[in-house]
């Protein structure tokens, strides 16, 4: 089967690898093959524990607070809100009791075979297995902070996400690079596992595409079916047909759907953050600054600082002061990390407000399948994506559990 695939980051690729495996003949469509998309910029976590969405009562509460500090771990710009209105709305009504616990539900759905989708697309990819399991440990700088936070851990554990309190002296033993005197409470969850690097997992997929199909440079501006085949439409004219169509292609996707005649809520969720290739010490773990929402992890490139929320237009400059903002909460925790010699990054994640990523066909024709939306999960979720639209771009009826993950529910 001829099939398009339209975005080359790490969903895009992925899937192209999975088809690719499947036999089918595959055709990747980078609107900015040199670019560093939001993949790349990522802690670096197959984070398994992550079944909780960003919407939900707590977080609702602290946003107030958040959107006071100019560079906490949730910032809006004003010029934007307008256009996120619509997205905020959502956000809110999806904080709601039942809705979190349905989001929950699908996330944990997915969740469950994506490490071992993983080790099944670093074999198709015939890339060196790329994972680690090295665990992870979770600071709160209070008591308050800690017990805030047992709602959400307990929902984790229900779903059957491993974690155990760790005492401070054990977290400052495993990590000892970190001040002990600076926090109060640690969650250690054994079961974390992380990759060497995101952007040479990318690296590795987008290689293998290439070997074995087709890996092209261009912005699709349309997706049109046509008789027996559907159209891809790039920048500049050119056409090219295909018997089936994966839409991938991050927050740009919403303007292709909205060419298809669909509604969507897809912003830009902007993180930033700073990679320093030799900080002086290493550490064996991803460590979590809990109340200030982001994450400090060893990978090949270095040691990297990143994490937060920002929602701006895609196109909007970046704001590198918050990356700065977060080195400087980090040098808390870490007197030694250096003040110089980062480099700094900004990406925009792709994110709905239920943080339930678009996955599933097309309504009015099958032959388009769409992935896209996965926030902060894109990693995470890559491989075990790429399984389940090979599945519906083979023809296969989308398993009951996927419907949440819908576009129908955006209509």
Known sequence: ?????VGGGIIGSAAAVWLLGDGHDVTVFERDPEGRPASTGNAGLLNLPEISPLARPGIIASVPGWLLDPLGPLTLRARDLPALTPFLARFVFNARPHQVEHATTALAFI???????HQELARRASLPMYMRRNGAIYLYDTDAAYDAAQHEWKERGR???????????????MVPALDAKIFKRVVFTPDQWSV???LEVLLGLRTSVRNRGHFLTGAVTDIRPEGDSVAVVTKGGSIAKFDRVLLSGGVWSRDLVRKLG??????AERGYNTTFPDPGFTITVPVFLSAHGFVVSPLNDGLRVGGAV???SVDAPPNFARAKAMRQKARRYFPDLPEEGGREWMGARPATPDSLAVIGPYPKDPRI???????????????????????LLAGRPREKNLEPFGIERFQ
């Not at 089967?1 to 695939?5: C, P, R, S, T």
């Not at 779903?159 to 033993?173: F, K, N, Q, T």
């Not at 669909?262 to 912003?267: A, G, K, P």
């Open 1 to 5: 089967m001829k099939i398009g695939v």
């Open 111 to 117: 969740m469950k075979t994506a490490l071992a989708d």
């Open 159 to 173: 779903h059957g996400a491993e974690y155990e309190d760790m005492s401070v002296e054990d977290a400052a033993a």
């Open 196 to 198: 060497t690097s995101p």
């Open 262 to 267: 669909l509604r969507v809520l897809l912003e």
């Open 310 to 312: 920002e929602l701006a």
């Open 369 to 391: 399948v769409f992935a896209f939306g996965h926030g902060h999960l894109g990693l995470t979720l890559s491989a075990a994506t790429a399984r389940h639209v090979a599945g």
